[in-house]
């Protein structure tokens, strides 16, 4: 099962997290073969909130992920979305052809309450790094959409879901994550769905 994770920093709490990087890296090695896409979001260069896409047995294991993560125990987050999520593009942040850098990526949240909206891919899929519906705990609910992508500025990202079918759609600036060495798939393997 595929879980989209979004911690959202505390406003104060960029020293703790500064403190807590190391640590927060090794908890997420231990899920090298489990990552669809990480990295951070950023508001300017101050960092606001860290995104894991991420294919666990179920929402306990999802909720352990989320929940015992270093940064979140020590207090460096202000609250976490935990939701299902579909991999509409099947593969990882590292098969994206454009590449770790070059261009500006920005994390694009499309949440409810309308009705199920950009259920699939848009046909123009170049900048696309990962797109899905978020879902509801037994996967059967849609409550909104996450993208991330790259594009020139955050109006060109925000334009990737459909307009006027959301109750909020939220932009934020997101960088590839990982360790510097951390350069391709052959890091991160995904488990094999059978």
Do not use: K, N
Not at 26 to 32: F, L, N, P, Q, S
Not at 132 to 142: E, H, K, N, R, V
């Amino acid at each position: 099962m595929e879980f989209f994770c979004y911690h959202r920093d505390r406003s104060d709490s960029l020293a703790l997290r500064m403190e807590l990087g190391e640590r927060h890296w090794a908890y997420m090695d231990g899920y090298a073969a489990e990552m669809i896409a990480r990295g951070p979001t950023f508001a300017g260069e101050v960092p606001s909130g860290s995104v894991h896409i991420v294919d666990l047995p179920d929402a306990a294991a999802a909720r352990a992920f989320a929940f015992d993560e270093p940064g979140y125990q020590a207090g460096v987050y202000r609250d976490v979305l935990l939701r299902r999520w579909r991999d509409l593009l099947g593969r990882t942040m590292w098969d994206f052809p454009g590449g770790r850098t070059g261009g500006e990526r920005f994390l694009v949240l499309g949440l409810g309450p309308a009705g199920p909206a950009d259920l699939t891919v848009p046909s123009d899929q170049d900048e696309l790094i990962a797109y899905g519906p978020l879902l509801s705990d037994d996967g059967d609910t849609w409550l909104g959409t996450a993208a991330l992508l790259r594009a020139p500025d955050a109006e060109t990202a925000r334009a990737v879901l459909g307009p006027d079918r959301y109750a909020e759609i939220e932009v934020h600036e997101w960088r590839f994550g990982g360790r510097p060495e951390d350069t391709g798939p052959g890091t991160h393997r995904r488990r094999s769905r059978l």
